[in-house]
């Protein structure tokens, strides 16, 4: 293990540490004393301090060592604004950026690149500079989606990343433990600060038979989603282990990982095995493989490892599934499916059908799907619905391009748009319906909240294997089961659909495409940095102001919140992207989708001194104007869904003092406390109910102090006793120091002074 390995092909002198890894590892094994899973083992033996650290699942905060950053480019605006802030030179952790976040589908993808290019100038050559200067890899628009990149590039067997987006577990398709953060904390290990975690519980996932047919890997993680729901893996690692894994492509996996992130799981992974041996083979990494090798007990988990939980799946029964609307977790099997579109009443004919993404766009999805277009080809059709591919790297596409899947979609019908997120982030300039239109869209995307691909709450969208989507589009029709269900040719002949096939990895090799790689130089000092003050869209962070050390007194409620808040309801994307870098631009976007529980309605609050229905951003910033304080009251799992800092730092920005909720999202939580906000639970959740969004609260805020509740004052507007309501936190130590200095940064900053 004393080789030196370096960690990608595309840097020098990162080295894959398994000698320190073992170490580490020894040191915990000795005082823990019991068998270890897997994920233990690669967050253990990335600990701080080894010796020292308390360790406990699910209570100790652990104080890691990652190995890498990774940073998409709508979330690395704000992390390099805030890592230029703490002034040093350079990054003190391996750190890349990927601009995949920025460019919306239009026409395909060319000239959606070109027009990406031109629209967001500003920010790419902002990010262009600022990655030379500081030492970071720069992966040009036209590269691919971040998770694809990293997986071909970065990640390894072993190895801890984290990364600024919310389906960074991705690389647990390649035995990472890899963790979506917000941008507060990747500023800290960019900045060379070890990162905090709370030592994850283990959910154990036994895997065994072998799947076929249409079955695929997506379908395991949409029957987990339809299992633990999504808030199931709050807190968690989702372990897969058993005899089952070994069938399952090393993509395949990074796809069951990715959508772990719709259960709130803190990441997924999978023992190295020859799989991902494989996969680094083809990607050119086969000396990465042949290290983990020398190091592969470490990289499974021992005989006898305990998990907090086990989920058994027999891959021999498994069927494929298709989940939604509206949310990831309600997954109904492919045999049920056509019942359940008629007692929902969601709309039959299916508009769009959607593949690639971060979530399902190896060389393995991109063939079967060819497999199957081909096959409506051989019958004379071609696709009844939109169709739309986003190949997930330059690399995919051009092999797909030269072994002939993309001819083969295209001539069925398919748009081939641009390497990059596109429809998946609302970055779509959808036009076959109207807004508000009833209609119904499948993709092999991950995630599908109300409103995500194409800001029409109306619209029923779906998640399924890529095999689904494009059977489902030869159909036109939800109400199609290519396993039981006949179809005609252009003659008027039933036919049937054949099982898809194609190679889980390009024979060929693959093909690297077009160079979008940008190296930082070794000459870093003299590159600027240039910010417009003028901007619209890139704005220098001001600090926030230091806690006051007072307790608030009779400040109002700015919007109680009703159901599911996300973090697409806190800071919506779609248009707003585009203000990611600017903080006060994109503060008016400030929790404009959550419903308020007064009146049923989205952004319509009554200010609480005029008594005037308003915006809630506008709102706020009235009473900011009037140095006032505010609270939000949310229900359960607020803030879940993307790793979105903008989502803490808008109500930090416009005033706000503290959340308060029956539960959080574990990194909505954590970037709260970064950002020097109160994110605050009720001790008892049915307090939730005894609040009236008209009424007035004191917040005893110098009650804070570990593992103590604080105390809510409530003088409800409806007259009557003021009562006291008991809140509980998750604050420790340190992070009490974030919220008295005023954030993390703060912290940080008068640290690094002294
Ligand atoms: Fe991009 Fe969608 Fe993945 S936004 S990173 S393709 S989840």
């Given at each position: 293990l004393d080789k030196k390995v370096e960690m990608t092909n595309s840097e020098t002198g990162n080295y894959i540490n398994y000698k320190k890894m073992s170490e580490n590892l020894k040191v915990v094994r000795d005082r823990l004393q019991h068998p270890l899973t897997y994920s233990e083992k690669v967050i253990y033996s990335h600990l701080d301090d080894p010796h020292n650290q308390d360790i406990e699942r699910g209570v100790s905060y652990l104080k890691l060592r990652p190995d890498r950053v990774a940073c998409q480019d709508a979330t690395a605006q704000m992390a390099i604004l805030q890592f230029m802030s703490a002034g040093m030179p350079s990054v003190q952790t391996p750190t890349t950026v990927h601009c995949d976040h920025l460019i919306e589908a239009q026409v395909g993808g060319e000239k959606d690149l070109a027009r990406a290019n031109d629209i967001n100038k500003e920010v790419y050559d902002f990010l262009s500079s600022s990655t030379a200067k500081y030492n970071i890899g720069f992966w040009k628009p036209g590269s691919g989606i971040i998770h694809q990149i990293v997986l071909e590039n970065y990640a390894f067997p072993g190895g801890l990343m984290i990364g600024t987006d919310s389906h960074t577990p991705n690389a647990g398709g390649l035995g990472m433990a890899a963790i979506g953060v917000g941008g507060a904390d990747a500023v800290d290990v960019m900045a060379g600060l070890p990162w905090e975690l709370k030592a994850p519980k283990v959910i154990g996932v036994r895997l065994t038979g072998k799947m076929s047919g249409w079955t695929t890997p997506k379908d395991i993680i949409l029957k987990v989603a339809g299992l633990l729901t999504v808030k199931g893996g709050t807190g968690a690692i989702i372990e897969y282990h058993g005899p089952g894994v070994d069938s399952l492509s090393c993509t395949g996996m990074g796809t069951i990982c990715n959508m772990g992130a719709e259960i709130g799981a803190t990441t997924s992974i999978f023992p190295f095995n020859d799989r991902m041996y494989d996969y680094l083979k083809a990607t050119k990494r086969q000396h990465i493989g042949d290290f983990s090798r020398e190091y592969a007990k470490d990289l499974r988990e021992d005989d006898g490892a305990r998990y907090d939980q086990i989920i058994e799946i027999d891959l021999n029964t498994l069927e494929p599934y298709i989940n939604g609307p509206f949310t990831p977790d309600l997954a109904t099997p492919l045999s049920k499916f056509k019942e359940a579109v008629k007692e929902n009443k969601w709309p039959e004919e299916l508009k769009v059908g959607l593949i690639g993404s971060c979530t399902n766009s190896s060389y393995e999805d991109m063939s079967h799907a060819a497999s199957i277009a081909r096959d409506a080809l051989d019958h004379g059709l071609k696709s009844k619905s939109i169709f739309t591919i986003t190949p997930g790297s330059e690399q995919i596409r051009a092999t797909i391009a030269r072994d002939g899947q993309l001819q083969t979609m295209e001539e069925y019908g398919g748009v081939i748009l641009a390497n990059a997120c596109g429809p998946c982030i609302g970055q779509w300039d959808r036009k076959d319906i109207k807004k508000g239109e009833a209609n119904s869209i499948i993709s092999s995307y991950n995630r599908n909240f109300t409103g995500r691909n194409d800001a029409n709450p109306a619209t029923h969208a779906f998640v399924a294997s890529p095999d689904i989507v494009v059977a489902m589009t030869v159909a036109g029709t939800l109400n199609f089961n290519p396993m039981t269900d006949k179809l005609k040719d252009k003659d008027g002949n039933e036919f049937m659909l054949k099982e898809p096939t194609g190679e889980g990895l390009p024979s060929r090799g693959y093909d690297p495409g077009m160079d979008t790689y940008q190296a930082p130089p070794a000459n870093r000092e003299s590159i600027n940095v240039a910010v417009s003050p003028n901007s619209d869209r890139l704005q220098i962070l001001a600090g926030f102001p230091a806690w006051d050390k007072k307790d608030a007194e009779n400040i109002p409620i700015l919007i109680k919140c009703q159901g599911k808040t996300t973090t697409d309801h806190i800071s919506m994307a779609g248009p707003w992207l585009k203000y990611r870098g600017h903080l006060d631009n994109i503060s008016?976007?400030?929790?404009?989708g959550a419903i308020n529980e007064e009146n049923g309605e989205a952004n319509k609050v009554k200010n609480a001194f005029t008594g005037a229905y308003d915006a809630v951003p506008a709102t706020a910033r009235d009473y900011k104007a009037r140095g006032v304080k505010w609270v939000v009251i949310g229900d359960w799992n607020y803030g879940e869904g993307s790793s979105r800092e903008h989502a803490a730092l808008e109500p930090r920005h416009l005033g706000g003092l503290a959340i308060i909720t029956r539960s959080f999202a574990r990194i909505h939580e954590t970037n709260l406390k970064k950002q020097g906000m109160l994110p605050l639970t009720f001790s008892d959740p049915a307090d939730y109910d005894k609040i009236k969004p008209e009424d007035k609260v004191d917040l005893?805020?110098?009650?804070?102090?570990?593992?103590k509740p604080m105390t809510l004052r409530v003088h409800p507007a409806a007259g009557g006793a003021a009562f006291d309501v008991s809140l509980s936190h998750t604050f420790n130590e340190p992070q009490i120091e974030w919220f008295v200095d005023g954030s993390a940064l703060n912290t940080m900053a008068r640290k690094s002074a002294n």
């Open positions: 008016n976007n400030m929790l404009i005893l805020c110098t009650q804070l102090e570990v593992g």
